[in-house]
């Protein structure tokens, strides 16, 4: 089974809206955390967002929130007000356990933003 | 201050060629990692190094791979016998390296392989 799943391969928005990326996970450990990366052409990862499992309030980094729905096992992330920049792909990954620091991938979305 | 620096940037080989990629942290980062990424896909864990030890080389696809780091600094990934499906990107990360935490993992450009 997939750990972390990201079902949208690719996703268009226009300048200015809102969008959300999906991305569900699979562990049954209860200490775990999830983060978000963007990759851009120039192919550096850049690190987003954290969300901690214990974490009470969903986490906010300027534009970018997350949206954490334990029960759901979902963690998705929302851009707001999307710029032409935001152009890249977007990973999801998950720390999974307090004894190991590796993370584990989603296979990414492609966002473009259009004019 | 400097990011995570990885090297060459670009490696183009014949199949069977032994490679090294190298890797330096940021400084004071005592966790370091490497990733494989092929071509249109997520992040593949190799392994991770804490100080000069590697107490996770679980994602090391076989023995044809080994890493080692000096010093606590610099890591050098070496592929023997370089096999085509090797090409992919190599990427290195390091972090903070204080377990459990929301440890962020910085990561370097990449080292683009390609077995020919």
């Known amino acids: 089974a997939q750990k972390i799943t990201q079902t949208q391969p690719g996703m268009f928005v226009q300048e200015k809206e809102a969008v959300t990326l999906d991305c569900t996970y699979d562990?049954?450990?209860?200490?775990?955390?999830l983060f978000w990366y963007k990759q851009p052409s120039s192919g550096e990862m850049i690190f987003l967002i954290y969300?901690?499992?214990?974490?009470?309030q969903n986490a906010t980094e300027g534009r970018y929130s997350l949206n954490f729905q334990k029960a759901r096992k979902s963690a998705n992330l929302v851009i707001s007000a999307s710029q032409l920049g935001d152009s890249a792909m977007y990973f999801c990954a998950m720390r999974e356990g307090r004894n190991t620091d590796k993370l584990i991938f989603g296979t990414g979305t492609r966002l473009q933003v259009f004019p | 201050g400097a990011g995570v620096s990885q090297s060459p940037s670009n490696k183009v080989t014949e199949k069977g060629k032994d490679v090294e990629l190298r890797c330096d942290p940021i400084s004071g980062h005592t966790a370091l990692y490497w990733y494989r990424q092929s071509l249109g896909q997520g992040l593949e864990f190799l392994i991770y190094f804490q100080g000069n030890s590697a107490p996770d080389k679980s994602g090391l696809p076989s023995d044809r791979f080994s890493a080692e780091r000096t010093g606590g600094s610099v890591s050098t990934l070496t592929i023997q016998r370089t096999q085509q499906e090797d090409s992919a990107v190599y990427l290195c990360?390091?972090?903070?390296?204080?377990?459990?935490?929301?440890?962020?993992?910085?990561f370097g450009p990449g080292t683009r392989l390609l077995v020919l």
């Open positions: 969300q901690g499992s214990y974490d009470q």
């Open positions: 990360a390091s972090s903070l390296g204080v377990s459990g935490g929301a440890e962020t993992q910085y």
């Open positions: 562990t049954s450990d209860p200490s775990y955390g």
